[in-house]
């Protein structure tokens, strides 16, 4: 078909919609980080598990709306509870050199994590408050719709894959989450106390680097 032609039939249609009173073709779309937004007020109004009243502040998660790579981790510790930002603390700044590592700037990414309430004591996430907030983190993860998701330590590794096989196995390796690349890493709070894991990290990272490098541009229509 011609374009003329293209355009004076879908002139044809609209004008038909419009006499049978349908005023909205193209359905209202809003933008990723309008999708984040709403889903962040979503998540401060959550009360679905008791963590809602111990918590000081939810951490939502940070960073570009539309990143190549999500890293994920557990919980907010203490320090992400008192700023409701994600890895804040002392693993934090360690991640934020773990990612300058491989050539990107902190908010380049986005970080993210399975829990966006701090558990007491920092004690492990349990089942029922995993369930509970797990559809927020797979939601953020369908707006940002990343390349690569990293993931830190046991708990987001396992979480996301849905299996129990330990860490020490599952690193390293990329794995599929729904058609979007997996690759689970030790968590930085754990580098902190077992430095030897720094190397295995830095090879992860560097997984990481070539699988995005040869296609580092969005594809069209991002
Ligand atoms: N540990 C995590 O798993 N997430 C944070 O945000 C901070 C520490
Ligand atoms: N155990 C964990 O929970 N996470 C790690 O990264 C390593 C060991």
């Known amino acids: 078909m011609e374009s003329k032609e293209i355009i004076n039939s ?16 193209f359905s209202p779309s809003i933008s990723p980080s309008q999708q984040l937004k709403l889903l962040s007020q979503k998540v401060h109004q959550c009360a679905k598990c008791p963590l809602a009243k111990t918590k000081k502040h939810y951490v939502f998660g940070e960073g570009d709306n539309q990143a190549v790579l999500l890293f994920v981790g557990e919980a907010p510790g203490g320090e992400e509870d008192k700023q409701g930002k994600p890895f804040v603390g002392r693993a934090g700044q360690l991640l934020t050199r773990i990612i300058q590592s ?10 993210a994590n399975i829990l966006k ?3 007491p004591e920092n004690r492990n996430p349990l089942p029922s408050e995993i369930e509970n907030c797990l559809p927020y983190l797979k939601e953020q993860i369908k707006i940002i719709r990343p390349q690569i998701i990293c993931t830190l330590g046991k708990f ?10 330990p860490i020490s196995q599952l690193r390293g390796k990329f794995y599929d989450y729904e058609g979007i690349k997996l690759i689970p890493t030790f968590h930085p709070a754990y580098l902190l106390r077992n430095p030897q894991g720094k190397v295995p990290v830095w090879q992860d990272m560097k997984k990481i680097k070539d699988e995005l490098r040869p296609n580092c541009l969005r594809p069209s229509g991002r």
């Open 156 to 165: 987001a590794a396992q979480t996301l894959l849905g299996v129990v096989t």
């Open 102 to 111: 491989i050539g990107f700037k902190r908010e380049d990414v986005y970080i």
């Open 117 to 119: 309430c701090r558990p």
């Open 10 to 25: 879908l002139k044809t249609f609209l004008e038909g919609e419009k006499l049978a009173g349908i005023k909205e073709f």
